[in-house]
């Protein structure tokens, strides 16, 4: 065991350890040192539509399974607490509801929409009851327009994280988006998280595994951008391609973006298309499983099957072939670490960097190299 560190000069650093990717210890620590720390995508106003629409869900299910709780009140206002009763445990709401108040089956306690404790039966001559313990504990949540973010302990706001992409597409008809199901869907792929987003991250992989989507992108012209917590790959389309017509008020006036693809640490892609938004949410199932969650939103299905955002299923099986073999050379006895390529890694790099920073363990390595 030795501490490790990942140089901030890319084309001196040597990239992460396999031992990352096999280890049972990282796997764990990295639950509540990564993802209890950042924000999770968890769907959008339309879940809670009107006011006593109360939706239950899992933090991240398979892996933090905290249970929590969306709800609009009486005063039509968005809460986000926890889905469990102050009382004895309880699970409060199992299904997607509307109320006008909370009540545990188990006990009949009953709470405010807003989380406040409002009764509790056979409690006379209870001492300092009922307390601020005694309310369901509200969990931090942000929003961009209808896209809901939640986090159980965030070290920065929720802004820090998208905030660049809110930014550079404020253009963007968020308020319009319509959720789609029959295009949406989850994969399951053998590898480590990680793995997956690292592929993500780069666009060296293109034009070996994705003939389909090269032959309609600018590969040349194929750029990254770097923030605090997050990074934009920007996919210029070749003539004649599918792009976006853009405002003169946007940065990107006058190139023929074909898609907006935005990683925002440590597991969610938001990919904008001509026809829409394609969420990717990538959850740890184990050190060696993972699932992936495609969240279809579309505003103009006449473009669907056309430039960049055609294909998806596709792309993502091309991908999910190229991360498993990824993960099967991670347990190689010949293979610890490699480089990064300094025009085409930097998002890769960037998102080692964090990781380190964010476990702050040390990590098994046998390499006498970088250290």
Not at 229 to 257: H, M, W
Not at 348 to 365: A, E, G, N, W
Request: aromatic share 12%; glycine share 6%; charged share 25%.
């Amino acid at each position: 065991m030795k501490n490790l560190s990942i140089d901030a000069d890319i084309k001196k650093a040597h990239t992460l350890p396999s031992s990352f990717y096999t280890s049972d210890e990282i796997y764990n620590a990295s639950q509540d040192s990564i993802f209890a720390r950042c924000w999770q995508f968890i769907g959008d106003t339309d879940l809670i539509k009107i006011p006593g629409q109360v939706y239950p869900f899992t933090f991240i299910e398979g892996s933090i399974v905290e249970p929590l709780l969306l709800t609009r009140d009486q005063d039509d206002t968005i809460h986000c607490l926890s889905n469990v009763c102050t009382h004895r445990g309880t699970v409060l709401v199992e299904n997607p509801d509307v109320c006008r108040l909370l009540q545990c089956r188990y006990h009949g306690r009953r709470f405010e929409l807003n989380g406040q404790f409002k009764s509790m039966p056979e409690f006379e001559g209870v001492e300092n009851f009922p307390s601020e313990e005694d309310n369901l504990k509200k969990v931090p949540f942000g929003l961009l327009d209808k896209l809901i973010f939640v986090s159980l302990n965030p070290i920065a706001p929720v802004d820090e994280f998208i905030g660049e992409m809110k930014s550079r597409l404020d253009w963007f008809p968020f308020d319009k988006l319509i959720f789609e199901p029959s295009r949406s869907r989850d994969y399951l792929v053998k590898a480590n998280w990680a793995l997956y987003c690292e592929n993500y991250l780069e666009g060296l992989h293109i034009p070996f595994v994705h003939p389909s989507l090269n032959a309609v992108l600018d590969y040349g012209n194929y750029t990254q951008e770097i923030y605090k917590y997050s990074n934009l790959q920007l996919a210029v389309a070749k003539p004649g391609e599918e792009c976006f017509r853009l405002k003169e008020t946007s940065p990107d006036y006058g190139s023929e973006i074909a898609a907006y693809y935005y990683w925002i640490f440590p597991n969610m892609m938001f990919n904008f298309y001509p026809w829409g938004l394609s969420i990717n949410i990538v959850k740890p199932l184990a050190k060696d499983l993972t699932k992936v969650s495609f969240l279809s939103y579309v505003l103009d299905s006449s473009k669907l099957d056309k430039g960049a955002g055609s294909g998806l299923d596709r792309v993502e099986r091309e991908d999910e072939a190229i991360v498993e073999q990824v993960q099967k050379g991670m347990q190689s006895r010949f293979y610890s670490r490699g480089r990064y390529s300094p025009k085409r890694e930097q998002g890769v790099h960037h998102f080692h960097r964090l990781l380190l920073d964010f476990l702050r363990l040390k990590i098994p390595t046998a390499e006498s190299g970088e250290n």
